[in-house]
């Protein structure tokens, strides 16, 4: 259908409409109208990611600035699933009528795109990336290219003979179409997809190519500043934040680092006996090398590297690594020092800055040439023409560590741990470099792209973002989901059949008596769940256990008589069969149960919609490890700086991958599942409440506080009234809006603001024109568009 | 397609109900695969075959018939090769000296199987504290184990249907039989008019050949693997010995659960070891006892079984290393986002961390048996996954189907499917109560009814801060209802009360032969089906005059009340065929009158 949103036509590629996706659309365009900044939380499975689409590539096309869209989500599936709506959308629009030239791509990893018959075959992106380097670094092509007898890639080679916008029509690739075009263009597609991003429209990636600065250095430096960003599943983005300035650095890493210096060093010794030029040039490339990189980011072409800051640039590279020999040997004392500081067998926490005072005091290394390790490191690996980088890793590692430490103080902590665990006696060391402050790697977004937008279903309590991201939100809004029937139950069962509470608490989560209610849990909703069954648990460790309890007990052989079962493990291809398979039986009707862990890979990015979860199990509170002094000292960084109280962040935390996990079973609204909240704890109101508005408005007082066989009572009834057929005509115009709704409703809007007009006068004789302005702000966010005055 | 350890003895070009495909009779099964099949559609294993029957040398179609012990299953394959007859032969052969080894053992000598696998003939009592018993059926699909009362002569009606030989026609009538068992309703029906020789059995089918389709297809319907998970309890006999019944059923499980021991039984059974031996082995060894606690070492060692364990604790330790992806739904491929960027440089804390603690170390297997066991399962029902075929790639069907959001597109009227009652009369009589009571007054137009309730719920606003009054008018409704309603209470008479049981039951049936009548009677008026068209006629008149008349004095003997109800029933059917009578006279270009001129 096509509706006007003010003076901007939206395509939109349905008959029909949900009262959300409009009111979504709505608050897009006042954030992208605004040039600022958005949060929006949207109900799981009501269309988002067409709605954002539609709304963007319609504000793209209309305006003559173009805005580029960066679209960024967590997982490749979602990411080939946006592509294929922003596909179907673009067809939409061209049977509209409309003649325009859209180039959509998106964008994942070597492994994921190559073509080469045999690097290809590899299954680890690090061996793929590595192998691919060996084939079409400069200088193998260079060496090819004056005959020598090396192997090159012919897929690269053909890119680099032609131009890649001549290569490529105007379009939109999914991963798929653009692997395909390789093939029958005989290039390689991942190049081809990396150097089509500055000429694309609609660029879909993972929003690490965005945020890690290891590889939004390559890939998103050059994007243009009046992007439109848009970070999607966005709710655990201040954990990828986190983790991308973090590291880990244990026994054997030094070891392997050792090694590649000592390789490093070699290697300088047999260029200088060649009598090599190379090593001189690098020496008076150095000097200008990162002016170079300084003159891009003043034009603001590139995107700040968090890792690499302003004051930096500067400066000039200290003269006592400018020698690559000078270089490795510092390299050398410093690696040395992080091994004696792994022997240490007692807990330590430290600043960084304590940590580079230690450093000064044992090996007089200065803070300024730690600064410049990993720029260092790689300029030098390309001067010696280091083939296989996967062997480098590991100093790659320590080198970052240098820079990372020697370049931030605040909101970073190392913490050294002799021990793996608590019970643990073997020591096993490991040194944590990690960051506290999720806003520093997204700092460099926020401050070069004008309108970041941050969605998903689960962003409650929504002014959480703003402040552990520190930006300003222009637009934040959370939708309420409009249902003529409701078609997910949620409910909490706080005790078993017998009336023993049931928890995940540390203190009595292997009690047999919780244990045992559990179970019961499982067995009973496996008796009158048709299809399938997801059970999530808060953590590996935990679901482990109890597996082995359920076992012994008996509990999964009464749950094998009525559904097939699988469970994911660590293994993400062990787990991907185990998850077809658990689809297949869905799909043929004999049903499964699939036993999963919140925080862990199935709990990201895959739908359970329809039959494929009838119904979504949390057992117990997904609580994070609260031993683990990395969270700890998380804890206190935001409670001194953003005065979020431990609590709050904890259960905020729990309870948003609790939701994400539930909200899966969503897709639509003819479609059902129950969501089953296993916890004593969700009952009270401190916890519900950090629960998504669209959830928390569908629990009622009579599920929140259930024995199982109450539950299973209420789950039977809905389950039976659920299959029913569903009249559309019901839904017309309450939960599902035609073109003529839509229009009706920009009528009544339009009416309405006209009152308000008159309000607003009044209110600005009353408390003067500012206060006037903030208050119509509060009353027309959200309460207009969706009519909930 | 075969189990392990099954080869093909003798095979032949078939047909099977009506689809063409191959015959394959095993070491240890008669299989029937159709053609481009993966499967075998029918599988039946020695011990279930009761009896073959084939057609006469020299008939024009050669067939076989092969019943299985389960009552009412039998199947009938039509050979057609070159040399039919002899492939026949051969695999006649073949069955008959399977047939001729039961029978023998059966009656207590030493079995001398060519090819299957050693029975461990019943009770293998042994003096040990575990005895055990044992099928000598391969594991395989599961059938439910029978008893040795196997092997009878097979039975005259058995023989008699045999010889008339053609087997498609045979297992139709089968199926015929079986549904009119069923339906109370239809055979009713069926015998009103085929044993009342109105319509033949044949026309009688014609027009119900869905119903025939349906049940063939759900006879046809296998019922997949159990997926229990197998738990094996010993049974304790009276002088406090153990012992565990294997079923082939249990068998099948095991091997299912563990494929270390599936191999070792293909390896060793029957050649090296009996199969009362293997199993009581098993039952000793240190496979069987380690997930039960308190027995810790004082298994003896056991070259079969510790060799399967140390395969199975193998295969379970650690995630397969090479796994192919290629066929799996991309949607759920969890790999290619693991290796969509760079690695984390961090390591997840202790309680995500899976593997790391004893326990896990104990779970991690368990969890790997459960995955592959549930997958071994659903492989066993529904086939292994192949690999999307063609370059459309099924999977971009996947993406799509996962992106379309089905309501927000233009509703097209949906094919709903009509709900089939069985028995309608049982049906209606309990919904009718209500509904008598409900009549609509004469005159009234029920179109009107809707619309001004429709238009008093829309138009009607309740304004919740004044008090809420009933309008006079309602109340007066409610009063008319309320007395119409007592007065109904009385229920009007018709003929399932004024007449006695049985002449209502031959109204009815006469009511329902009629409109068959009629429906076959309007189905013929083509030119090409005259003669039953002129059969029709006759079977309407007969009724109209005949079964009519009876029913008329039967009645009238109730009494006057009787009469007037009977004639109010057959009305509206007597109409129909008058009308239908009136129509065969105008309409006949009257062949068989001018015969009757001439």
Partial sequence: ?789 | MWEAGETVIAQAVTVYRKRPGSLYFTNRRLAWVPEGGLAPTVSTKYDEIKVQFISPEGAARTTMRVAEFKPDVNHTFLFTSNNAVQERETIKNHIATVIHDRLLRASGNTPSANGTPGPSGGAGASPGASSLMSDNSAPGTPKTPFQARMGGAPGPSALRRGINGAGGIDVEMQTRLALLAQNRELSVLHTELVVGKHISENEFWETRKSLLRNKAAIDQQQKGQSSAWLDLKPQTGESNDVKYVMTPQVIHSVCQQYPSIKRAYDQFVPDKLSEGEFWKRYFQSRFFHRSRSGRGANEPDDEIFDKALEEDEEETKSAPKRIKLDHINRLVDLSTTEEDHLESYTSPDSTMAAGKTKESKEAMPLIRRFNRYAQRVLNSTIGPKRPPTGPDALDMNGVERAIVMEDLQEQKESSKIVLNIQDTRRYFESQGGDMKSSKIPDGVDPADILQRFYHDYTSHEVVLNRPFAIPENTFDALMRNVKSNRAKLLPPKDGSQLLPPSVYQDALSCHAAGNEILRHFWASTSMDKAAKHLRMIESLKKIRDENVNVLMIQASAEGAESLDAMKMMLKPMLTSINKALKHAESSRPRPPLARKLA
């Fill in chain 1, 1 to 789: 259908m096509l509706f006007h949103i003010d003076d901007l036509p939206v395509y939109f590629p349905y008959e029909r409409i949900y009262p959300e996706q409009y009111a979504y659309m709505c608050s897009l365009k006042q954030t992208l109208d605004a040039q600022g900044h958005g949060v929006l939380e949207m109900p799981s499975g009501t269309g988002k990611t067409v709605s954002l689409l539609s709304l963007i590539v319609s504000y793209q096309q209309h305006y003559p600035e173009k805005r580029k869209l960066i679209y960024c989500s967590r997982t490749v599936p979602e990411i080939e699933k946006a592509l294929a709506e922003l596909k179907r959308l673009v067809e939409y629009r061209k049977s509209c009528g409309l003649n325009e030239t859209i180039l959509g791509l998106g964008l994942t990893s070597r492994r994921n795109l190559c073509l080469h018959p045999s690097v290809s075959k590899e299954k680890k992106g690090k061996v793929v990336d590595a192998r691919c380097h060996n084939l079409t670094a400069p200088w193998v092509r260079e060496a090819a290219q004056t005959g020598q007898d090396i192997e090159t890639c012919s897929f690269y080679e053909e890119l680099e003979r032609g131009d890649v916008r001549e290569l490529v029509p105007d379009a939109i690739y999914t991963l798929d179409d653009i692997k395909e075009l390789g093939k029958a263009k005989k290039t390689c597609p991942y190049y081809m997809a990396r150097r089509l991003l500055a000429h694309a429209n609609v660029i879909i990636y993972s929003y690490h190519y965005m945020l890690d600065p290891k590889i939004a250095d390559l890939i998103s430096k050059e994007l243009s500043k009046d992007s439109i960003v848009v970070f999607d599943e966005a709710h655990n983005i201040d954990n990828v934040c986190i983790e991308s300035l973090s590291l880990d650095i244990m026994r054997p890493t030094l070891e392997a680092s050792s090694k590649s210096i000592a390789q490093l060093s070699e290697r300088i010794e047999h260029m200088k006996q060649q009598g090599s030029e190379k090593l001189k040039n690098e020496y008076e490339k150095l000097v200008q090398g990162l002016q170079d990189t300084l003159a891009a980011r003043d034009e603001e072409s590139i995107m700040a590297n968090p890792a690499l800051p302003d004051d930096l640039l500067h400066e000039a590279v200290p003269g006592n690594i400018r020698k690559a020999e000078h270089f490795v040997a510092f390299l050398k004392r410093f690696n040395e020092y992080l091994k004696t500081r792994l022997r240490v067998l007692n807990v330590t926490a430290e600043t960084p800055s304590s940590f580079l005072r230690h450093l000064k005091e044992i090996t007089y290394i200065e803070r300024k040439p730690l600064q410049f390790c990993a720029e260092r490191l790689s300029l030098l690996c390309r001067t010696l023409e280091i083939n296989n980088l996967d062997d480098m890793s590991s100093l790659q590692k320590v080198a970052a560590l240098a820079t990372l430490s020697a370049t931030y103080d605040k909101g970073f902590m190392l913490v050294l741990e002799p021990y793996e665990s608590e019970n643990a006696t073997v020591p096993n060391p490991i040194l944590r470099f990690a960051c506290l402050d999720a806003s520093i790697a997204i700092k460099p977004v926020f401050e070069r792209f004008s309108s970041v937008i941050i969605t998903s279903g689960t962003l409650s309590p929504l002014d959480m973002y703003p402040k552990i991201l520190d930006f300003k939100a222009t637009v934040q809004e959370s939708y309420p989901m409009t249902l003529t029937r409701n078609c997910f139950l949620p409910m909490v069962i706080t005790r078993g059949s017998d009336q023993v509470a049931i928890s995940s608490k540390f203190e009595v989560r292997n009690d047999p008596a919780v244990v045992r209610n559990f179970g019961n849990i499982l067995i009973e909703f496996g008796k009158v769940v048709p299809d399938g069954i997801v059970a999530f648990f808060p953590s590996y460790l935990y679901m482990e256990s109890i597996i082995a309890m359920w076992h012994e007990m008996g509990i999964l052989t009464e749950a094998w008589k009525t559904k097939l079962i699988f469970v994911e493990t660590p293994d993400s291809a062990e787990t991907s069969i185990a998850l077809d398979n658990y689809r297949r039986a869905c799909e043929n009707g004999r049903g499964a149960i699939l036993l999963a862990v919140a925080r862990g890979k199935v709990s990201e990015g895959i739908d359970f919609d329809h039959h494929y979860g009838r119904a979504v199990v949390m057992f117990g509170i997904p609580y994070q490890y609260t031993e683990s002094r990395i969270l700890k000292a998380r804890l206190e960084f935001l409670r001194d700086e953003h005065r979020v109280r431990e609590n709050d962040f904890l259960t905020f935390d729990a309870l948003r991958h609790a939701a994400q996990c539930l909200g899966r079973v969503l897709r639509g609204k003819t479609d059902y599942g129950l969501m089953v909240f296993a916890d004593r704890r969700y009952a009270r109101q401190d916890k519900r409440s950090k629960l998504p508005k669209w959830i928390n408005q569908y629990i009622t007082d009579t599920s929140v506080n259930l024995s199982t066989d109450m539950g299973i009572a209420i789950a039977k009834k809905f389950l039976r009234s659920m299959a029913q057929p569903l009249e559309t005509q019901a839904q017309m115009g309450v939960s599902l809006w035609t073109l003529d709704d839509v229009l009706a409703r920009q009528k009544a809007q339009k009416e309405k603001l006209e009152r308000v007009g008159g309000m607003h006068q009044q209110l600005q004789q009353q408390y003067g024109a500012e206060a006037a302005q903030r208050l119509m702000q509060d009353r027309s966010s959200g309460a207009v568009y969706m009519d909930v005055d």
